[in-house]
């Protein structure tokens, strides 16, 4: 079996979601499953189905991040002695060759990606194509929209 990577920080988010979920939310549904049963009659009781299906979602997702968190490799970045060269784990700063724009992500494992928050999948196609590159290069890589062009301008791992 493999090994999922992950960063350090991506596993204690993963890890602050599980207590969160078991020490907060679960016990806060049982108590609203437990109310609406008092309410009587479940066949027709839009509350009970509802907590239910909370429920459900609920240890769902306590049981996926249990599984995920027990086959994850955890990585700190901080002790990564990559100097400039992007590896795992990087925070790496771009600028579009073409319009100037810049932007910075952190290459972290796929059970922790978020473009939202700039954190892209090793696994992902501009990561492959950041992976072993340095600070001072060019690459390109083909996205949705096209071919994009960007120099490294930073790569630092904190």
């Not at 493999?2 to 993963?14: F, N, Q, V, W």
Request: aromatic content about 6%.
């Amino acid at each position: 079996m493999s090994r999922a990577p992950i960063t350090k920080s991506g596993s204690e988010r993963l890890r602050g979601e599980l207590e969160k979920l078991k020490s907060s939310d679960r016990p806060h549904i049982i108590a609203a499953i437990a109310e609406a049963r008092a309410h009587g009659d479940l066949k027709e009781n839009a509350e009970y189905h509802a907590a239910r299906e909370q429920q459900s979602f609920i240890e769902g997702r306590i049981a996926a991040l249990e599984a995920l968190l027990s086959t994850a490799e955890v990585i700190d970045v901080s002790r990564l002695a990559a100097g400039s060269r992007v590896v795992f784990g990087a925070t790496v700063d771009l600028e579009d060759e073409d319009s100037g724009e810049a932007v910075t992500y952190q290459i972290v494992g796929d059970l922790e990606a978020d473009i939202k928050m700039r954190l892209i999948a090793v696994s992902s196609p501009i990561a492959r194509a950041l992976i072993g590159k340095s600070e001072g290069d060019s690459f390109e890589f083909s996205a949705p929209n096209g071919v994009k062009r960007y120099e490294i301008t930073g790569v630092r791992y904190a």
